[in-house]
């Protein structure tokens, strides 16, 4: 039996930098990962933003701190990612989203985050050549930005071997064995582990893993698809956010990367539920129609390729961080609605100190995110 402090399932956008901070800690860690190598689950499809604009205090915090660790990454650590401060915009066509955009700012302004009202001028300033028809203005936040997740990932392990966190790659969870409400092993593949605390990071196979402990949790994965075009010479700098439903998808977004390139996807109405992740014939027709009506200065960039990954939603649309009655000893970081890249770093650390330090100062992320909470709410920049 192989023994750790802290088993960690899940070598994704979440498990990595949760390792990592627990290892800085002091903590023996390991993580179990069912594919070759880290970040080869939804990582890997993620497009890269990064932004702290969201409209609750959990994820508001919680981002915060994943900016401050990611635009560090090269300086502090001599990591590349491909990090790029373009900020994000959500340009408004209709007084119904400004008023609720206007609204929403009150909340941001109090948890600090640096995002205004910035007029119709000020947008086309940003993005040349934007539909200027009817456009109010919109939401701008000059902190948020992207990067590479792929390299992002990299950079996480890279720096979770160097603390010593040990990694278990092409190994899939198959069964706990609890004593009472505890977990004393946990048997995969391959091996059989103990250690004194697990924690669930499967990302999309969240769900499968709470129930192999006897937890049910609401993680409920949908498909999204995302492309990339051949790289052009920069002529934005946001991630460009449209909320605006459409009856076939709720929103899109697309910003420029560091190489050129526009990277985009949108979020389909009605879902598709499940774990498919082959490209459809829909998704370019319908997210291209609305990007080129927002920005029809995109009309001749070549697309070069598509694919598809997996948003583990849950009901609010927020994520799901904390313990279940069922175990005393796991904790549960799932349903991260899409928005693991963004979030992992920031509660990676706060998972960190919370448990290594007793910081209570993260006390209301686990009360917010909790596992018994309503799931009545929603996200309305998720």
Not at 115 to 135: F, K, S, T
Not at 369 to 377: A, H
């Given at each position: 039996m192989k023994t750790y402090d802290i088993l960690v399932i899940g070598g994704g956008s979440v498990g990595v930098p949760v390792a990592l901070y627990l290892a800085q800690k002091g903590k023996k860690v390991a993580v179990i990962e069912k594919h070759?190598?880290?970040?080869?689950g939804q990582n890997r499809a993620a497009i890269g933003g990064i932004r702290a604009t969201h409209s609750d205090p959990a994820k508001i915090k919680i981002c915060q701190m994943s900016l401050d660790i990611v635009r560090k990454m090269e300086h502090e650590q001599g990591l590349h990612i491909d990090w790029h401060q373009g900020g994000y915009l959500f340009p408004v066509y209709d007084t119904e989203r400004e008023?609720?955009?206007?609204?929403?700012?009150?909340?941001?302004?109090?948890?600090?985050?640096?995002?205004?009202?910035?007029?119709?001028?000020?947008?086309?300033?940003?993005?040349?050549?934007?539909?200027?028809?009817?456009?109010?203005?919109?939401?701008?936040?000059p902190e948020d930005g992207f990067a590479s997740p792929l390299k992002t990932a990299g950079a996480f392990y890279k720096l979770a071997c160097d603390a010593g966190v040990d990694f278990y790659f092409y190994e899939t969870v198959l069964s706990f064995e609890k004593k009472e409400s505890k977990i004393v092993s946990i048997k995969t593949d391959k091996n059989t582990f103990s250690a004194g605390l697990v924690i669930n990071a499967a990302g999309a196979d969240g769900r499968k893993i709470g129930q192999l402990v006897g937890?049910?949790?609401?993680?409920?994965?949908?498909?999204?698809?995302g492309g990339i075009t051949e790289p052009v010479q920069r002529f934005f700098e946001p991630m460009v956010v449209d909320i605006r439903p459409d009856g076939h998808s709720d929103n899109y977004y697309f910003y420029q990367a560091d190489g050129g390139q526009v990277i985009f996807c949108i979020t389909p109405n009605p879902k598709f539920y499940g774990k498919d992740i082959d490209n459809t014939s829909e998704f370019l027709p319908l997210c291209v129609r609305r990007m080129l009506e927002l920005y029809p200065r995109l009309r001749n960039i070549r697309v070069r390729r598509t694919w598809r990954g997996l948003y583990p939603m849950t009901p609010d649309g927020f994520p799901i961080v904390g313990y279940t009655k069922e175990t005393d000893n796991m904790l549960h970081l799932a349903g991260m609605c899409g928005q693991g890249y963004m979030l992992g770093p920031g509660l990676g650390k706060i998972v960190a100190e919370t448990i290594c330090d007793g910081n209570k100062d993260y006390k209301?992320?686990?009360?917010?995110?909790?596992?018994?909470?309503?799931?009545?709410?929603?996200?309305?920049?998720?």
């Open positions: 070759a190598s880290v970040g080869r008023r609720a955009l206007k609204n929403l700012l009150e909340v941001q302004h109090k948890f600090g985050l640096n995002i205004d009202w910035i007029d119709a001028e000020a947008i086309q300033r940003l993005c040349p050549g934007i539909n200027p028809r009817g456009l109010r203005g919109g939401t701008y936040s937890a049910d949790l609401p993680v409920y994965p949908d498909s999204h698809e209301f992320i686990f009360d917010q995110l909790s596992p018994y909470r309503s799931f009545t709410g929603t996200e309305m920049l998720k």
